[in-house]
C-alpha cells in the first residue's frame, strides 16, 4: 500500500519521464480475449504511430517493438509497462491532489471504474461487458489523471474515446469534462469497423457506464433486476403469489450481468445462471453475489429439485454453458418460471458470447486464428440456445429479452425467434416491464457515491432517501404507489443485503420529484456537516439517456424509435444546467451502431449554487425523456409530463392530440380500394 505522499506525486508526474520496468503478465487476474487481426501491415505502422505519440522520441526505439507486439499478440496496444503500481481504488475525496474539487471527484469515479474488485478487465481497462473500456490504453489514463489533477474550475478537459485533447478555458458553470466515445460517422459503425478502428487506437467502445465513468459495481444494475424480475413474477402470478420456490435461469455473471443471482435472492426465487469463466464465477462467489458455484449439471439438478421442493431460496451459479444448461432442464422435465440471458451479445465474436461447441479456452483460441469458422460456432450455439428456450415457453416459461442484443442476434444466425408476422416471439424486457412500468413514469436507475468513502455516510445518504420516499407516498398519483413501495423496501433492506463493490454507493429508482427531493436533502446535509460531498449520476439504461430501438426505446411506438435526438439533446442540456461531466456514445448495452447513449455526473458540495443544479439539471434529465414518450403516445408518459408541468410553470410542452383509430382505418380502406 502506498502512502498518500506518494500517491500524489504519482498522479502529478502523468506519464513518467524514465520508463518503468516491464510488466509482467498477470495470470491471476482476469484478461479479456485477444481480439482479431484485423488490421494491414500499412494500418499497423499507423497504429504503432499512433501509439507513439504520447512519449518522447528518446523512448520510441524500445516501446516500438514492445506495443508491436502488443498489437500482434492481444489485437490491442494497451502500454501494460505504464499501468501504475499503487493500488487501484476509490479513495476519499480530499487524498486526490486538486485544484479543482469537481475534478478529484471525478478522478475518485474513475479509479473505482478499473478496480479490479470491480472492473472486469482491469489490466485491459475493461469495466465490464467484455469490451466497455474506461480509456484505451493507460498512457491515456496517466494523462487524464494529471489533467484532472491540475484543472481549475475555469477550464474543461475534453476527452475523445478515452484521448485526453487538453484543458481548454470555459467557465465555472461549465462541465468540467466532456466525454465523447466511438462516435462515428454512421456508415462506419458495423462490428469490424469498432474492431479497426479501435486496433488503430482512435477510438473505443465506452459501454454505458464504464467510458462515462458512473460504473459503480454489478449493485448498479441489481435494482433494476429485482424490479424487472418481481415485476415479471406479477405476470406470471395466478394467485397473487410471490416468487418463493420459482426458478429462474440466465446466463453471465462478468460485468453487469453479475447481478442477476443477487437480484433473484432479494426477489426471494431460486436462481441458475451459468457463467463459462471459471475466474468470474468464483469472483461472484468470493463477493457473495452468488451462494454456490457448481461446476457439474447433475449436481445442478438435484440442487435444483430439492429447492422447489422445499422453495428454498438459492442461487447458484453453474459455471459452464448455458445452452447445456438449457438443454439439460428440457430432458429432465424441470419447470423453468422465469428465463433470460445476459451474455454480452452486442460484442458475439469477440468473446461476449462463448459457443456450446467449444471450451472456454477452445473458443478464446479460435476467434482469433479462425474467426470466420468461429462465427459458425456461435450462429450454431445460438440456434441451439433458442431450441432449448421454445421448448420450454411451450410448457409454460416467460422468457424475456434483457436488452444484450440476444434476439437480435439469434434473428441473424437464423435461430426459430420468429412469429408468423415476422416479429420477435418473446418480449424486450423494456417492452413487457421496465417501459411501461418504470420509464414511463420517469422511474429510472438514479445512483449516488459518498465521496467520503466513509459507511457512515452511506447509512445517513440511505436514511435520508427513505424518508423522501415514504413521504412522497401522500401526495403521488396512485399508479405509482407500487413503484414507491418496491423502492422503500430495496433502500430499507439495502445494507443488509451488502449491496457496496469498491465505492460508496447506491442505487435507487426514482422520477424527477424523488432525484430532486433526495438530492436537495444531501445538499443540505452537506451543508450542515453531516456528511461529506456526494456524487449524483445515473445509469445511461434511464428514461431519457438513451436512444436504443431493442431496449430503452423499445416501448416508443411512433416510428421515432430509430432516432438518436433524445440522448444527444440530453448530454447537451445536461452541459448547461450545471452538470459536472456529461458524456456521450455509441454503443452501450446492445452494441455498437445500435444505439447512443448519454449520461452525467454531478457533486454535491453543499452549497446555494448546487441547489440551482440539482432543480435545474434533474428536472430537465428526466422530463426531457417523458415529453419524447409522452410526444409518441405513450399513456403513462403523458399523465406523467402533465403532473411535472403542474409543478412547474416554466416547463411548456407541445400540445399531443389523439387520432381516432377507426378515422384512419377507414380512410385508409377507402383509399385503398
Keep these: 500500500m502506498e502512502n498518500k505522499l506518494s500517491f500524489q506525486q504519482h498522479i502529478l508526474q502523468g506519464i513518467p519521464t524514465q520508463l518503468p520496468e516491464p510488466k509482467e503478465y498477470n495470470l491471476s487476474v482476469s484478461h479479456c480475449p485477444n481480439r482479431k487481426n484485423i488490421l494491414s501491415q500499412s494500418e499497423k505502422k499507423q497504429a504503432l504511430r499512433n501509439a507513439l505519440r504520447y512519449f518522447h522520441e528518446s523512448h520510441h526505439a524500445i516501446l516500438a517493438p514492445e506495443f508491436f507486439d502488443e498489437l500482434d499478440k492481444f489485437g490491442r496496444i494497451y502500454m501494460y509497462r505504464f499501468r501504475p503500481e499503487y493500488d487501484m481504488f476509490a479513495r476519499p475525496i480530499f487524498e486526490y491532489p486538486h485544484r479543482s474539487l469537481q475534478a478529484a471527484a471525478i478522478m475518485m469515479m474513475i479509479q473505482n471504474n478499473l478496480n479490479p474488485a470491480v472492473a472486469q478487465h482491469p489490466h485491459e481497462l475493461i469495466t465490464y461487458g ?9 498512457a491515456q489514463y496517466l494523462l487524464t489523471m494529471k489533467y484532472l489533477a491540475t484543472i481549475t474550475d475555469l477550464q474543461s478537459l475534453h476527452l475523445y474515446s478515452g484521448h485526453p485533447m487538453g484543458l481548454f478555458p470555459s467557465s465555472k458553470g461549465a462541465p468540467r469534462v466532456v466525454i465523447t466515445n466511438g462516435m462515428m460517422i454512421p456508415n462506419y459503425s458495423k462490428l469490424d469497423d469498432w474492431e479497426k478502428y479501435s486496433a488503430l487506437g482512435v477510438t473505443q467502445y465506452g459501454q454505458m457506464t464504464a467510458g462515462s465513468f458512473m460504473y459503480i459495481g454489478p449493485q448498479g444494475i441489481v435494482h433494476g433486476t429485482n424490479i424487472t424480475l418481481l415485476n415479471a413474477g406479477r405476470k406470471i402470478s395466478k394467485r397473487g ?12 455473471l462478468g460485468g453487469m450481468s453479475g447481478a442477476q443471482p443477487k437480484a433473484a435472492k432479494i426477489a426471494d426465487c431460486i436462481s441458475v445462471v451459468a457463467e463459462v469463466n471459471p475466474v468470474a464465477a468464483m469472483k461472484r462467489l468470493q463477493q457473495g453475489w452468488v451462494d454456490e458455484a457448481v461446476d457439474n449439471l447433475d449436481a445442478v439438478v438435484k440442487k435444483v429439485a430439492m429447492a422447489k421442493k422445499n422453495k428454498d431460496n438459492i442461487s447458484l451459479a453453474y459455471v459452464g454453458n448455458v445452452v447445456e444448461l438449457w438443454e439439460r432442464f428440457a430432458f429432465e422435465e424441470i419447470n423453468i418460471d422465469l428465463g433470460s440471458d445476459q451474455t454480452s451479445l452486442h460484442n458475439p465474436y469477440a468473446g461476449g458470447y462463448y459457443p456450446a461447441s467449444l471450451s472456454f479456452d477452445e473458443a478464446n483460441r479460435m476467434m482469433v486464428e479462425n474467426p470466420v469458422e468461429f462465427k459458425k460456432h456461435v450462429e450454431q450455439s445460438l440456434c441451439r440456445q433458442i431450441s432449448a428456450i421454445n421448448h420450454h415457453t411451450s410448457r409454460g416459461t416467460y422468457f424475456f429479452d434483457y436488452g444484450n442484443a440476444f434476439l437480435l442476434e439469434a434473428k441473424r444466425a437464423g435461430a426459430d425467434v420468429l412469429n408468423a408476422e415476422g416479429e420477435f416471439k418473446y418480449p424486450s424486457y423494456v417492452q413487457d416491464i421496465m417501459g411501461p412500468i418504470c420509464f414511463d413514469f420517469g422511474f429510472g436507475p438514479f445512483r449516488w457515491v459518498c465521496a467520503s468513502g466513509l459507511d457512515a455516510d452511506l447509512e445517513h445518504t440511505d436514511k435520508l432517501a427513505e424518508e423522501i420516499l415514504e413521504g412522497m407516498l401522500h401526495d403521488s398519483p396512485e399508479e405509482v404507489h407500487a413503484q414507491l413501495h418496491d423502492n422503500i423496501n430495496w433502500i430499507k433492506s439495502a445494507k443488509n443485503n451488502n449491496l457496496v463493490v469498491g465505492s460508496k454507493a447506491r442505487i435507487l429508482y426514482a422520477d424527477a420529484i424523488g432525484r430532486m427531493r433526495i438530492a436537495l436533502a444531501f445538499n443540505e446535509a ?15 439504461h434511464d ?10 426505446t423499445a416501448n416508443i411506438n411512433d416510428g421515432s424509435m430509430f432516432t438518436a435526438d433524445m440522448a444527444v439533446h440530453n448530454v447537451i442540456g ?7 461531466w456529461v458524456s456521450i456514445h455509441n454503443g452501450g448495452g446492445v452494441g455498437w451502431g445500435e444505439v447512443i447513449n448519454g449520461g452525467f455526473g454531478l457533486l454535491l458540495d453543499g452549497s446555494h449554487e448546487c441547489v440551482k443544479k440539482i432543480k435545474n439539471l434533474l428536472n430537465f434529465d428526466v422530463n426531457n425523456g417523458i415529453a419524447r414518450r409522452a410526444w409518441a403516445g405513450n399513456i403513462g408518459a403523458r399523465h406523467t409530463i402533465l403532473r411535472a408541468q403542474s409543478f412547474n410553470p416554466d416547463l411548456q410542452i407541445t400540445k399531443f392530440y389523439v387520432s381516432d383509430n377507426q378515422l384512419i382505418n377507414s380512410i385508409v380502406k377507402e383509399k385503398n380500394n
Design 526 to 540: 452537506i451543508n450542515k456537516g453531516k456528511i461529506g460531498p456526494v456524487v449524483l449520476g445515473r445509469d445511461h
Design 241 to 252: 403469489e410471490g416468487l418463493k420456490g420459482k426458478l429462474f435461469v440466465s446466463s453471465g
Design 574 to 580: 445536461d452541459s448547461f444546467r450545471g452538470a459536472t
Design 130 to 138: 467484455g469490451n466497455g473500456s474506461v480509456f484505451q490504453n493507460w
Design 543 to 552: 428514461v431519457s439517456g438513451t436512444d436504443s430501438p431493442f431496449r430503452e
